[in-house]
């Protein structure tokens, strides 16, 4: 996992000591889109807000482009929650089996 991430546009990641709690990959064209693959955290981690904060750091990251695509897998209602906290009509549309964020920054 180590050699595909060096490929990634960011990573982010949350670490407890020298255990890794948890971690984020998106890619991005270099200016217009932003995909998120990987939101990974830690069994023991989650409910602690690291998902949340992980999730702002690619929002930070990528705040100028136009869209943020999240890929949906597993944990759907935690990630519909953190990307669209007021609805999808805040800022936000399905797309396929992802959600996407559009900035309106």
């Known amino acids: 996992m180590a050699k595909a991430l060096r490929h990634y546009g960011a990573v982010f990641s949350a670490w407890d000591g020298s255990r890794l709690a948890g971690l984020v990959a998106a890619m991005d064209d270099g200016t217009m889109t932003a995909y998120v693959h990987y939101l990974l955290v830690h069994p023991r981690y989650q409910g602690c807000g690291i998902g949340s904060w992980l999730l702002g750091m690619c929002k930070r990251r990528y705040a100028g ?9 597993g944990k759907g209602s935690f990630l519909r929650k953190e990307w669209f906290p007021s609805g999808p009509d805040a800022g936000g ?6 959600y996407v964020r559009r900035n309106r920054d």
Request: glycine share 0%.
């Open 93 to 98: 549309c399905a797309f396929d089996s992802s």
């Open 65 to 73: 482009y136009l869209r943020i695509v999240l890929f949906l897998q």
